[in-house]
């Protein structure tokens, strides 16, 4: 199994949103998708203010989102 690390775009935020659902999840928290995506896209269309990246597990025929930063 391989992962691959790679700057995160806007194409990713249902991945990234996902992943911090799961997160929240583990504390019994709830986190609302909506602020969380809108969040995360204004991030990633504002380079200036800081990047995300993306962890991806390699599988045939793609790559499945495993963790961010």
Do not use: C, K, N, T
């Amino acid at each position: 199994m391989a992962i691959e690390i790679r700057p995160a775009g806007v194409e990713d935020v249902p991945a990234l949103v996902g992943l911090m659902q799961a997160f929240y999840a583990e504390s019994e928290l709830l986190l609302p998708a909506a602020p969380a995506a809108r969040a995360f896209a204004d991030l990633l269309s504002a380079p200036h203010a800081g990047a995300v990246w993306l962890a991806e597990r390699v599988v045939a025929g793609g790559a499945a989102a495993v963790g961010h930063v």
